[in-house]
């Protein structure tokens, strides 16, 4: 190590700072308990104390902050989607995020480098043509893309007609890009401490308690806390913890696999996508290609990576991109995705007083983060189910109104 | 080679078989409310440990149960469907 550097880090000054507040014993009582220091957590502890001035809030995680799915997503932002509700959703996302370093203080390396949805048949065409409809309506930028255009914007995308399922058009999403995740819970959190909001990192909710119907407390590893509001923000155990409080959830929770090959010299600028052979795939600023989609063929709450799966990605990636046979795959791993019928999230009121849910984020929650934080916060400020989220109801499984997003992923499932 | 126990073909690559979804029983169709069927359609109990699950073997379409642990990934035991199973 260089000398000078070791100098610089023991110098006083300039002291670390503990940027989410010093460990402490959990107080009796909070106005808001957030369970799940993910993204999606900490967002909704920084907008309650950024809009809404409430401070009193304690958000627990049985792991470490960002520990999650928000660590182990593909960072993928994108708002192509297929339904006015979801477009319209993850659209406000989008936008949070153009400014969100500047209103966090650091930087989330918010890269707005497009996304290509590619069509292998006629069927495919009308999917990207419909999404395409449906984007420009509500002012996202998507148009349909041909051949000789895709080829100019991606040279290294295998074109020729020789391929068993030859590339026939694009849906060119020029909003969508990529973010570092990590940075995005971090920054939250770090907004939210300053406000005054208290992490509790390894504290396990192990029991919700219940009086006539509405919350009034948690049971967690550290002892008993009384709390006039949950939000329920996890990924992955959204159906575990929801049992706690006695509710019930349409999910199916699966393994998501994801892999990254050694890093290669920037020649990839958009995110490429491949609903037909399920895989996707995008060159981070190190340079390094994510490839990802894999969702393991049947539920399962464990995070071990498969050979299969490294199979099933690498010979759907090698149809789009052939030069990538020679890259060695650094690593794999898997994220558990809280999978809905129809591919939406759960968010809003539950059967239970004052419990709100922010779950079913499948794998769609990491472009959701600023958005779900900033709704679910007016949610439990206001007690109105703000109209962006008002369709992503647990209610609208009981109404078989279903929001359909399945068409608009390129994951297996 | 991660395999499976079919009770009609013996031991097989778990890649020909198809998951089927939770064993749930059927409500009443003469008296099921929207509800019921609501939640029967949708609804999951997806707990983490031995579940009931239906299976199919793809290549010969047989249906049957098994108990699987889903957080280690063990099938327990498989077994055929008969009228009054598990609960």
Request: aromatic share 10%.
């Amino acid at each position: 190590m260089p000398f000078g550097l070791l100098k610089y880090g023991l110098a006083k000054t300039y002291p670390a700072k503990n940027l989410f507040g010093e460990s402490r014993p959990l107080k009796k009582s909070y106005d808001v308990v957030i369970i799940g220091a993910g993204g999606h957590g900490a967002a909704g502890a920084y907008y309650l104390a950024k809009q809404y001035g409430i401070t009193n809030v304690a958000v627990l995680d049985k792991g470490y902050l960002g520990g999650g799915n928000t660590a182990r997503n593909t960072a993928v932002l994108r708002s192509n989607y297929l339904t006015e509700e979801g477009v319209a959703f993850y659209k406000a996302s989008l936008e949070l995020y153009k400014s969100l370093s500047n209103e966090l203080d650091l930087n989330i390396m918010f890269e707005r480098r497009g996304q290509l949805t590619l069509a292998h048949s006629d069927a495919g065409i009308r999917n990207l043509r419909w999404r395409a409809e449906v984007n420009q309506h509500l002012g996202v930028r998507s148009r349909l893309m041909f051949n000789d255009e895709i080829a100019k914007m991606v040279p290294h995308l295998r074109m020729d007609t020789a391929a068993r399922y030859p590339i026939m058009a694009g849906l060119w999403h020029a909003d969508g890009g990529t973010a570092r995740h990590d940075a995005v819970v971090w920054g939250y959190a770090k907004e939210a401490a300053a406000r005054g909001v208290e992490f509790h990192q390894l504290t396990e909710v192990k029991g919700v308690d219940i009086d006539h119907g509405k919350v009034t407390g948690v049971r967690t590893t550290r002892g008993d806390v009384r709390c006039g509001k949950v939000i329920q923000a996890v990924a992955g155990s959204s159906s575990l913890v929801a049992n706690m409080a006695g509710i019930n959830l349409p999910i199916h929770t699966f393994p998501l696999q994801a892999m990254v090959t050694q890093p290669y010299k920037p020649l990839l600028e958009p995110h490429v996508s491949s609903p037909h052979h399920h895989v996707y795939i995008h060159q981070t600023s190190r340079g390094e290609f994510v490839i990802g989609g894999g969702s393991d063929p049947y539920p399962l709450y464990n995070t071990r990576a498969t050979l299969p799966m490294r199979e099933t990605l690498s010979a759907a990636v090698l149809e789009l991109f052939p030069f990538l046979r020679e890259a060695r795959v650094m690593r794999q791993w898997a994220g558990i995705t809280d999978m809905t019928p129809d591919y939406s999230p759960i968010m809003g009121e539950s059967p239970v007083q004052n419990y709100y849910l922010d779950a079913g984020w499948g794998t769609w929650g990491f472009k959701a983060t600023p958005i779900s934080g900033n709704t679910m916060a007016e949610l439990v400020a206001t007690g109105q189910v703000p109209k962006l989220i008002a369709p992503f109801s647990l209610e609208r499984f009981y109404r078989f109104e279903q929001v359909n997003e399945a068409g608009a992923t390129a994951a297996s499932h | 080679m991660k395999t499976l126990h079919c009770p009609l073909n013996g031991v097989r690559n778990i890649d020909e078989f198809t998951y089927g979804g939770e064993y749930h029983v059927e409500p009443d169709r003469r008296q099921a409310d929207r509800k019921t069927w609501a939640e029967y359609v949708f609804f999951n109990a997806n707990l983490s440990g031995v579940v009931t699950e239906w299976w199919c073997h793809t290549p010969s379409s047989f249906w049957f149960l098994a108990d699987r642990d889903t957080v280690t990934d063990e099938v327990i035991s498989t077994y055929l469907f008969s009228a009054d199973p598990v609960e």
